[in-house]
Every structure is written in structure tokens, then in C-alpha cells.
């Protein structure tokens, strides 16, 4: 099976943990979480060809208490950016993370803009659209709460890191 | 030895490039330019021969080489450590190996010398054992020291921290091994990044986390690491074993370790190289379980001396309770009930008849002590045969001149006595449980005799009295719809008549009459005037048993009540009963006159 490790980060309360906690499998406690900064859960995706199986390492929230844990980020696959799109700084601390992940990796990146059931507090216009796209593989608008786009985020990735490497192959 | 060019050789040369100066001229450069361009095409062909030929001509081509080997070793620690450790991984652990194996191997000589120094009883016993197996002592301690055994192997790939490949020793699946290896892989980059680098500047490393159950084992290489989870007190050998698959695996996948993508494919053959890390030592563990130490082996003896002695005393309890329940065998005494907490204290409670021998006598003639006895004893009357013969034999005594015949139970009279002794002896018979119909036979006792003419008339009337209200009380009981005199009822007719003839003389002295009445009666059930005709011929048949016996049918009245309409009794009064009319006699009427 293809496994691949994706990393999940963000400022604090912009619900990685809710974004996962439904629809992953799991053995370990949150308080790891607290403790060493990470949590390991697994997600199963089954593309047409074969199943991918997902390592998603929950990292700590980073904000001013906590700094970036870019040892956890070594040999990631993929990363996610989840941004709250209810608190406007949390877009700019994505934004941050991401610039800091980037000096340890090229791997694709992703950006989730998490709780679009609740009213959005911030929304790019077009320039700032254009800025922004580009820094990202894939983006989404997620849900933790009703699911929406999540199952469909995994899959993507999942389709885009075994594109990559198919492409990887006939390249 | 290289040898020195000589002065001949020296001047030839010079005579060589004499000649060349002379014949190429100003055009010398271009000969060197053409040369030149194909230097390094030409010296590629020549290079290691050359080297090899310098080498064996002056040995200058190491002097050379070792500052610029010593200088691009120096940059590749400083610069390339990790590539540098990968290349020279394998090597180090054999070269490590065996200088551990030297240090283990004095280790355990000087660990020897101190354990056979050591008296303890387990140490007497693993020498006698490691003497009768042909092995040394140390190995022997050793053998019996490390029990345990490897459940599961995870082979990790080091930076990503995903699972390569996972065994286990019950082939259980690997539903978790993948999560584990993953947290583990951020448990030990956290530990890393928590504690100062060590001396050589690299990041500290897990090696081992225990728990109350099992240990996990960490062996870190470069490209990956192999985890073994351990029950019990792992030995070195484990450790070495790991050590040594590490190394496989880094020789065998270095290519796929450095190229993986996340597809563990690859890694499917690396089963058989984990599975040799699955080690166990079950052959001492059950040496060890059925083993115990001394203190364990006193305790049990204990245990066995306590049990046994618990299990004598409780049969000796069995046998001593067997031994008194026999009192209650005995006439005259019902044990209710025993209980014997030991020899000394037994709690008895028992009814004893007046008559019946005495605890005290019953335990001195089975050979008990009523020491520990606590005695509970309450009076009863009783009605077993010994005692009621017992009990008679002491009515009877002040009557020397009767035959007591002692037949199944019965008590039998004979002989003669005056009909006021016989009425006093009879009551007190009846008294003490003795019945004419059930264990009384009073036939054979000679016909009243005449009560002496010095005789009170009151005397003779309660006598009188006494019979009347005897006979008035007897009553024969019939079954449904039935009118016949059985066998059992005989008995009691037997009774009433021997009453009646003594009645005859006291009558006749006490210038009496009488008669008797015979009244039958019957239960509701059924019609009136068939019941009364029913409880007529019950009737008759008592007064034709009687006159059978020998009484004058003038003396006999015979009557039938029929149906007895009774709340109580109603339903059950079939039965017929007898009553004595007694009258003054006639004086005669010429006399009255």
C-alpha cells in the first residue's frame, strides 16, 4: 500500500483536530497533542487504481506561545495551511506557517479555509486571489462541523500526490 | 626499492631534448598544444597503471594522496556527515560488534567469579545444574536470568516515519503498527529536539521505552529504524540480533531507503530478515515456572501442614460427631442437635425421658469425656417400647403377685388382683402410655374379685363410677357407608366387656341397676332416612358383638340417631357410642307396701 505522511498546520483554533477528529482512524489520546505537539491519525483512500493510506500528523496551533514545529514537517508528502475564515489574522498566520514551511520543504501544500457554515469574516477580491493562489497546490472550504469538502480534500490530495508520482514514473 | 637513475641514463636524456630542440624548432608549442588537447584522454588510459607503477617505483603516490584523503574526510564530516555515516554504517556496527563482543565476553568472566562467589541456596543449585548440563555456571545464571520474548518487529523508514514492513510473532496483523510508527517516529524526533546534542553534535536518539508489560527496543540507522516490542527482561542477544538486521537491511535496501516514496512494496522481502528478530527463550520460562524458591517452597509446606491438619481435625470432629449421634439411638433420649467445634468444645442438645439412662452415664459407657461438652437438656415423655417396659416394670413392682410377660412389644398381665388394684394399676398404665388396643393385654388378668365386705360403699361407688364413665367413653369409628365391626374394634369391645362384668357385682352390691345404651349415628352425606337406618345397624352389630362376648341382650338398648346435623362433626360423626343408665333397684311393691 502508498503510504504518504501529510502534516496538518495552522494557528491555534482553527480546528485541525475537528477537521480529522470524524473522519480518521485513531489510537492515540489528545493530551499527546499538549504534550509532544503531535498526533498521528490514518485516513484510507481508495482511488481507482489502488488505496492510499494517509498519515495525517495533527501538529500543535502555532501561535505566539508556540513556535513552528518544523521537525515534525521532515518527510512530509504534503502539508495542509487551515485557516478559520471567521478570524481574519488566522489567514495571515497560514501565511506565515506556509513561508516558514517552505524553507524545509517543496512539498505540495494545501490550504483549507475551515468553518464556512459559520460567516465569513474576511473575503479576497480578486487581487488578492491572484496573490494568493499561487503559493498553494489545491484550496479548499471546509467544514469541519458538516463535513463539507473534507472527504472530497483528502481525495484530492491523495490523487494529487499519486499523480506525482506516476508522473514521476513516466517522467 | 626505486631505483636511482644513473649518469649515463641523466646524459642520454639531455642528449634527447637536445636533438628535439634542434629538429622541431619555433614550432615546439604546437607539439605541445596537440599533446595537451589530448592529455586527458591519453592519461585516462594510463592513470591507474601509472599510479600503481609510481607507487612500486617510490611510494610517493600515498604521501600524496593521505593530505588529500585526510583533507576530503575532514570536509565530508564537516559538510556531509549524514552521507559519510551511511557509507561507513555498516562497517562501524561489525567493528563495534566485535569490540562489544570482547568487553560482554570479560564482562561475564568477572560477573562469573562474582556469582560463584555467592552462597545462596539458588546459586548451590544452578552450579549443581550447570555441573550435571556440562556448561559453565555463568551461562547456566545467565540462561535461567533472561526470560522473555519479541511480539512484534517494525521496520520504519527514518525520515518520513512510515511503517516499512511489520512481523509479529502470532501473526496478528498490523492494524496499529503503522500509527505507532508514526507517533514513535515524533516521540523520538520530540526527544531529539528536547535534549541537548551530544558530544559528536548529533541528536540524541530513543533507544528504549519500557513500560510495566514490555519494553520497546530502538536500533536507529541512517535510512531507517528497526523497533522490536519485548515481554520480559531482554538479553543482549536480542539487542545484537536487531543490530545485525539493521545493518542487513541498510546493505540489502539502501537504494529503495533512499528513494522511498511511500509505497512499501519494496520492502515485502524483509519479512524473513525481521522475522529472525522474533526471539524467544520459552524453554526457561517454563523451566521457570515450574521452579519455586525456597521461601516459596516453606510457604507451601506450611500451606500442606495447615491443610492437613485442618483436614485430620475435621475428620476427628466426623468420627467424634459420628460417635455421640449415637446417643440418639438410645431409648428415651432425641438429640436435637450436636455441634462439635473440636475435642474441646462440643455443643449438644438433647430431650431425655426421666426414665432413659443419663448423658453423663451414656458418655462414661462409650468411653467420652464430658469435659468439653456443653449440655442442653430439656425433660420429654417418651413412648419407646424399652422405655415403657422400663417404666412398668416400676409400676408393677408393688404387685409381686401378677406375671408380667414382655411379648413384640406388648405389654402382657396374668394372674389375679382385687378390682380396686386393678383400677388403680390399669390408670396408672394408661398413665404411662400403655393402651389395651396398642401394647396392653390385660385378658389374662383373673376375673375381679370380690371387693372385701370391710369396703367402704363410697369406695365401691367410685369404683362404680369410675367403670361407667369408662365404658360411657368409648366410641367405635366407622368408615363411609360401612356398618362393619372390624378386628381393631374387637379389641376395644374385649374392653367393655371385661368393664361391664366387673360392673355386674358392684351393681348388684351397691343395690344398683343398669343398662346399656347403644346409639349409632351417621354423617350427612346421603339421604335421611338411609342413614338413619345406617346408624341403626352399626348400632346393632356393636350390641351383637357384645352379646357374642357374653352380655344378656336384656340389658342392651339398641338406637339409631341417623344423621347428625352438627356444624362440626356432621361430616364425620360415623361412628357408634355407648352410655350406661343406671337406676336404683326396684323395691319389691308388697315390701313398699
Not at chain 2, 594522496?65 to 557509507?87: D, G, I, M, T
Request: hydrophobic share 40%.
Amino acid at each position: 500500500m502508498i503510504q504518504k505522511k501529510i502534516c496538518l498546520l495552522g494557528a491555534s483554533g482553527v480546528g485541525k483536530t475537528s477537521l480529522v477528529k470524524q473522519f480518521v482512524e485513531g489510537i492515540f489520546n489528545e493530551k499527546y497533542l499538549t504534550s509532544i505537539g503531535v498526533k498521528v491519525d490514518k485516513k484510507i483512500i481508495s482511488l481507482a487504481e489502488q488505496q492510499v493510506q494517509l498519515m495525517l500528523w495533527d501538529i500543535e496551533g502555532q501561535d505566539r506561545y508556540h513556535v513552528f514545529q518544523e521537525r515534525y514537517l521532515r518527510g512530509a508528502a504534503a502539508y495542509i495551511i487551515v485557516v478559520d475564515q471567521t478570524r481574519t489574522i488566522s489567514l495571515r498566520q497560514g501565511i506565515d506557517i506556509h513561508t516558514l514551511a517552505r524553507q524545509s520543504t517543496n512539498c505540495p501544500a494545501i490550504l483549507a479555509v475551515n468553518k464556512n457554515d459559520l460567516p465569513a469574516a474576511w473575503r479576497l477580491d480578486e487581487d488578492e486571489y491572484a496573490s494568493l493562489a499561487p503559493l498553494f497546490d489545491l484550496h479548499f472550504s471546509t467544514s469541519a462541523k458538516t463535513g463539507e469538502q473534507v472527504e472530497a480534500m483528502f481525495l484530492a490530495i491523495a490523487e494529487l500526490l499519486h499523480g506525482n508520482k506516476k508522473n514521476d514514473i513516466t517522467t | 626499492m626505486p631505483k636511482k637513475p644513473s649518469s649515463e641514463q641523466l646524459g642520454s636524456q639531455q642528449d634527447i631534448e637536445q636533438v628535439r630542440a634542434l629538429i622541431l624548432g619555433k614550432e615546439n608549442h604546437l607539439v605541445k598544444e596537440t599533446i595537451k588537447k589530448e592529455a586527458r584522454h591519453t592519461v585516462s588510459h594510463v592513470l591507474t597503471e601509472a599510479l600503481h607503477d609510481r607507487q612500486n617505483q617510490d611510494g610517493s603516490v600515498d604521501k600524496v594522496l593521505q593530505p588529500l584523503v585526510e583533507e576530503a574526510v575532514k570536509h565530508s564530516v564537516n559538510h556531509n556527515r549524514e552521507r559519510l555515516v551511511s557509507s561507513l554504517y555498516p562497517i562501524v556496527g561489525s567493528l563495534v560488534r566485535k569490540s562489544v563482543t570482547a568487553f560482554l565476553a570479560d564482562f561475564m568472566e568477572k560477573t562469573n567469579q562474582l556469582i560463584e562467589n555467592s552462597l545462596t541456596i539458588k546459586g548451590i543449585k544452578w552450579r549443581i545444574k550447570a555441573w550435571q548440563s556440562g556448561v559453565s555456571f555463568a551461562q547456566y545464571a545467565a540462561s535461567q536470568t533472561f526470560v522473555y520474548r519479541v511480539e512484534h518487529i517494525l521496520l520504519i523508514h527514518r525520515e518520513t516515519g512510515l511503517l516499512l514492513k511489520a512481523v509479529d510473532l502470532h501473526d496478528n496483523g498490523k492494524s496499529t503498527a503503522d500509527l505507532i510508527s508514526s507517533m514513535l517516529t515524533a516521540i523520538n524526533d520530540f526527544v531529539g529536539d528536547s535534549f541537548l546534542a551530544n558530544e559528536d553534535g548529533l541528536k540524541e536518539q530513543l533507544q528504549s521505552v519500557s513500560t510495566d508489560n514490555f519494553s520497546l527496543l530502538i536500533k536507529p540507522g541512517p535510512c531507517a529504524l528497526v523497533v522490536a516490542a519485548v515481554i520480559g527482561n531482554a538479553p543482549q542477544k536480542v539487542s545484537d540480533q536487531l543490530q545485525l538486521t539493521l545493518e542487513e537491511v541498510h546493505r540489502l535496501y539502501l537504494e529503495e531507503l533512499n528513494n522511498f516514496d511511500g509505497d512499501d512494496l519494496p520492502f515485502d522481502n524483509s519479512e524473513n530478515l525481521l522475522r529472525d528478530c522474533l526471539l524467544s527463550e520459552e524453554k526457561s520460562l517454563k523451566k521457570n515456572t515450574g521452579t519455586m524458591s525456597w521461601p516459596a517452597w516453606v510457604l507451601a509446606g506450611i500451606l500442606v501442614l495447615f491443610a492437613a491438619f485442618q483436614v485430620i481435625t475435621w475428620f476427628g470432629n466426623q468420627q467424634l460427631a459420628d460417635r455421640i449421634r449415637q446417643l440418639d439411638l438410645q431409648p428415651g433420649i432425641i438429640l436435637k442437635q450436636l455441634n462439635v467445634l473440636g475435642h474441646d468444645e462440643i455443643l449438644l442438645d438433647v430431650l431425655r425421658d426421666p426414665d432413659a439412662i443419663t448423658i453423663h452415664d451414656w458418655f462414661q459407657t462409650n468411653g467420652l469425656s464430658m469435659d468439653a461438652v456443653k449440655l442442653s437438656e430439656r425433660r420429654y415423655f417418651s413412648l419407646d417400647p424399652d422405655i415403657l417396659y422400663r417404666r412398668a416394670q416400676q409400676l408393677l413392682k408393688p404387685y409381686p403377685d401378677l406375671n408380667i410377660n414382655w411379648q413384640n412389644n406388648i405389654l402382657i398381665l396374668s394372674g389375679t388382683l382385687d378390682l380396686l388394684n386393678t383400677e388403680k394399676l390399669l390408670n396408672a398404665l394408661s398413665v404411662a402410655g400403655f393402651s389395651e388396643e396398642v401394647n396392653l393385654n390385660t385378658r389374662q388378668l383373673g376375673s375381679v374379685s370380690a371387693i372385701a365386705p370391710d369396703n367402704e360403699p363410697d369406695i365401691k361407688q367410685h369404683v362404680f363410677n369410675t367403670l361407667i364413665g369408662r365404658i360411657s367413653s368409648v366410641q367405635f369409628d366407622f368408615a363411609v357407608a360401612s356398618e362393619e365391626v372390624t378386628p381393631k374394634m374387637q379389641l376395644l369391645l374385649q374392653s367393655v366387656y371385661q368393664d361391664i362384668t366387673r360392673l355386674i357385682p358392684l351393681a348388684k352390691e351397691l343395690n344398683l341397676d343398669f343398662a346399656l345404651v347403644v346409639i349409632g349415628s351417621s354423617d350427612k352425606s346421603g339421604n335421611k332416612t338411609a342413614n338413619r337406618a345406617l346408624s341403626l345397624n352399626r348400632a346393632q352389630n356393636i350390641a351383637q358383638a357384645l352379646i357374642q362376648l357374653g352380655l344378656s341382650k336384656k340389658s342392651i338398648f339398641v338406637t339409631g340417631l341417623g344423621q347428625l346435623d352438627i356444624a362440626r362433626v356432621g361430616d364425620t360423626a360415623r361412628a357408634v357410642m355407648l352410655n350406661v343408665l343406671v337406676t336404683s333397684k326396684a323395691i319389691p311393691q308388697a315390701r313398699s307396701r
